[in-house]
Nanobody
Framework: QVQLVESGGGLVQAGGSLRLSCAAS????????MGWFRQAPGKERRFVTG????????YYADSVKGRFTISRDNAKNTVYLQMNSLKPEDTAVYYC?????????????????WGQGTQVTVSS
C-alpha cells in the first residue's frame, strides 16, 4: 500500500510557474514508477508525465514538453512537477500516481495508487 499526498497547487497568471510535490508513504517509494495526471472540468483524466524508478527516464505528453519537468528524490520519497510557462489550458486538478511495474506508460489503468489531487488554476 502506498499513500500519496500532493501539494503546491494554486492560482497563477499565464506565463507563471508552479512546483507540485507528491509525498509518498508506505511501501518502498523507489519500487514505483511515478506519474502525474490532470483532469479538467468535464474532461477525462489525462497523462501529463512520468518517471521511472531510478529517475533516469522520463516521458511527457506533447502538450507539456519543454514547459514541465518531472523529477524524484527517492531519499525523500517525493516526486516533483515543475511547471513553467503555464497556460490557461493547463488549469486542472493534478494527481500523482504510483505504478508498480517498470517503464513509464501513459495509461491511468497501470497506476495502482493515487493521491487526492491538487488544483492548479491559470488565469489569462
Amino acid at each position: 500500500q502506498v499513500q500519496l499526498v500532493e501539494s503546491g497547487g494554486g492560482l497563477v497568471q499565464a506565463g507563471g510557474s508552479l512546483r507540485l510535490s507528491c509525498a509518498a508513504s508506505g511501501r518502498t517509494f523507489s519500487s514505483y514508477t511515478m506519474g502525474w495526471f490532470r483532469q479538467a472540468p468535464g474532461k477525462e483524466r489525462r497523462f501529463v508525465t512520468g518517471i521511472n524508478r531510478s529517475g533516469s527516464s522520463t516521458y511527457y505528453a506533447d502538450s507539456v514538453k519543454g514547459r514541465f519537468t518531472i523529477s524524484r528524490d527517492n531519499a525523500k520519497n517525493t516526486v516533483y512537477l515543475q511547471m513553467n510557462s503555464l497556460k490557461p489550458e493547463d488549469t486542472a486538478v493534478y494527481y500523482c500516481a504510483a505504478d508498480p511495474t517498470t517503464g513509464v506508460l501513459p495509461i491511468a489503468l497501470n497506476y495502482d495508487y493515487w493521491g487526492q489531487g491538487t488544483q492548479v488554476t491559470v488565469s489569462s
